[in-house]
């Protein structure tokens, strides 16, 4: 069974910077499409950054282009969100989670909370 275990969230000031960490564990994370959605009380859970297991493929929620990066490293079996020029809006927990096939994800790591101070 796989399990992901995210950490790095906190409380920043805009403008500041964080990094999210996930541990990937149970699978072969190699073989697993790796991505990072959000959720604020309330609302329905949104993607944010994801990864391709292939060639490194990244895509991002649009609001978050220029200022979120997600990277992977396939030999500590992790993948990070660095996340700069924080917004108050960005504000959430985040959540890591891996996908076998496509996205279609299976696993959800227990998240991450990011508060971002204006």
């Known amino acids: 069974q796989v399990q992901l275990v995210e950490s790095g969230g906190g409380l920043v000031q805009a403008g500041g910077s964080l990094r999210l960490s996930c541990a990937f564990s149970g699978r072969t994370f190699s073989t697993y499409n790796m991505g990072w959605f959000r959720q604020v009380p309330g609302k329905v859970r949104e993607f944010v950054a994801a990864i391709s297991r292939n060639d490194g493929s990244t895509y991002y929620k649009d609001s978050v282009k220029g200022r979120f990066t997600i990277s992977r490293d396939n030999v500590k079996n992790s993948v990070y969100l660095q996340m700069n020029s924080l917004k108050p809006e960005d504000t959430a927990v985040y959540y890591c989670?891996?996908?076998?096939?496509?996205?279609?994800?299976?696993?959800w790591g227990q998240g991450t909370q990011v508060t971002v101070s204006s």
């Open positions: 989670a891996a996908a076998l096939t496509g996205q279609a994800y299976d696993y």
